[in-house]
């Protein structure tokens, strides 16, 4: 599973945001992009030292800056249910279509695979 | 090209450049090497004491703050006791 697809599923979620200068910051995930740059809300911002605290409405934080992320761990689960629900539904969609694969001229797989970035291509590449 | 695909849903052992260690199960990674681990616990070594090993839970690490990932050897590992282990801390790399 990618982490940004697993970061845009944790929309919403309570998480903990480690920035590389130690600050923390912990609220609730409003976006997020490809650069790993979020906006948060409800934000409890720790200095680095835990001597200091803010509130914060609002945050935007670029990607470049954090550490690492902690979500909660029923996020993995939600997302491969996600996952594999909305792949379930791709399936039946494409048979009930007009035999939409031989129109299209390649398997589904191979698609969401070119699609799907970095590792799974690697895989099917097979040098690994 | 080298892959981190041969390490999904093993237990790694990843090192941060701030000289953390944090085990976990590999979920998923990406071109950047932003890392996805479960049910990790961040290993503490000490001279004085044993290993303390902190339950951190699921981990979205940044791929630029990772200096190595190896893989656990799942047998090798419950055979340690981490409590007789006596070791120095990493210190965080410094440029």
Do not use: L, N
């Given at each position: 599973m990618l982490p940004l697809s697993l970061l845009t599923a944790a929309q919403n979620k309570p998480m903990l945001v480690e920035l590389k200068n130690g600050e923390t910051f912990n609220g609730h995930l409003v976006n997020c992009d490809n650069f790993m740059n979020i906006t948060l809300r409800e934000v409890y911002q720790t200095s680095a030292d835990g001597d200091r605290f803010w509130k914060l409405k609002e945050c935007y934080i670029r990607g470049s800056t954090i550490k690492y992320l902690r979500v909660p761990d029923t996020l993995l689960d939600a997302v491969k249910d996600e996952q594999a629900r909305a792949r379930e539904a791709g399936r039946s969609a494409r048979g009930a279509g007009p035999g939409g694969r031989g129109g299209r001229g390649?398997?589904?797989?191979?698609?969401?695979?070119?699609?799907?970035?970095?590792?799974?291509g690697g895989r099917g590449r097979g040098r690994g | 090209m080298s892959s981190l695909q041969g390490y999904v849903d093993r237990r790694v052992l990843l090192i941060l450049q701030d000289g953390r260690a944090i085990a976990g199960v590999l979920v998923g990674f990406d071109q950047k090497s932003n890392v996805v681990l479960s049910d990790s616990t961040e290993r503490v070594y000490s001279m004085e004491e044993g290993v303390e090993e902190i339950p951190l839970g699921l981990y979205l690490v940044k791929g630029d703050m990772i200096v190595l990932i190896g893989e656990i050897d799942d047998a090798v590992d419950q055979a340690v006791d981490l409590s007789t282990i006596r070791a120095e801390p990493l210190p965080a790399i410094r440029y």
């Open positions: 390649a398997p589904p797989r191979g698609r969401g695979g070119a699609r799907g970035a970095g590792p799974r | -």
